[in-house]
């Protein structure tokens, strides 16, 4: 397969509703008319339960792991004017638009964070679990899934940026735009939590009654 072709690939495979695929076989149907409405992994927790929502959770990482994947075993054969990391990102970036904009849901989608885990934590593991480390404390203390996920990928972006112009690491710029963007993009797509958030009104998530 092409390199081209794998990112187009990319963006299809980052475009599987496995939330919506889960909640219709775990019996819950139309996960999008419940909950949230969302077809990720936090509301499948809220609905269906800890079993499916690992499983949507582990897919919609591994979508994103995927498609970097995917793109550095074409890249060896191809020949083309871009850098393997800069390939890498752009699978990755797409799988995680896919996710958000999913060919398959009329360009609708989820919140792309899962996804966007699974792109940087194969590229990038260190800031990665750092960044998820910032998720599962903002968690601990607010309960806040949205808030957490729009700090963790603002911190990821952050130390990318103190990386490369305060401790002078060779972070290259691909690194910093992809990091930037993924970080805006979780921003847009929960800006209905933002909403919520500030009218006092987002869920609080209790995972105690999530699991009963």
Known sequence: ?????????????????????????????????????NIGSTNILRIAGPAPAAIV???????????????????HTASVPFSIESASLTAGMLAVLGHAFSPFMKFKGGKGVNTALGMFIYILPLQSLAALGVFVVVMFITRYVSLSSM??????????????????????????????????????????????????????????????
């Open 151 to 212: 700090v963790a990928t603002s911190f990821f972006a952050a130390v990318l940026y103190i990386e490369k112009f305060f401790m002078h690491r060779p972070i290259g710029r691909a690194y910093l735009i992809a990091a930037t963007a993924v970080a805006l993009l979780i921003i847009i797509t929960h800006r209905d939590n933002i909403k919520r958030l500030i009218a006092g009104e987002e869920y609080r998530f209790d995972i105690r009654k999530a699991v009963d």
């Open 1 to 37: 397969m092409s390199l081209y072709a794998v990112l187009i690939a990319a963006y299809v495979i980052g475009g599987i509703p496995f939330g919506y695929f889960i909640g219709r076989l775990s019996g819950h149907g139309d996960i999008r008319t419940k909950g949230s409405g």
């Open 57 to 75: 959770f582990l897919c919609d990482v591994g979508k994103g792991a995927l498609a970097v994947y995917l793109c550095r075993m074409a890249y």
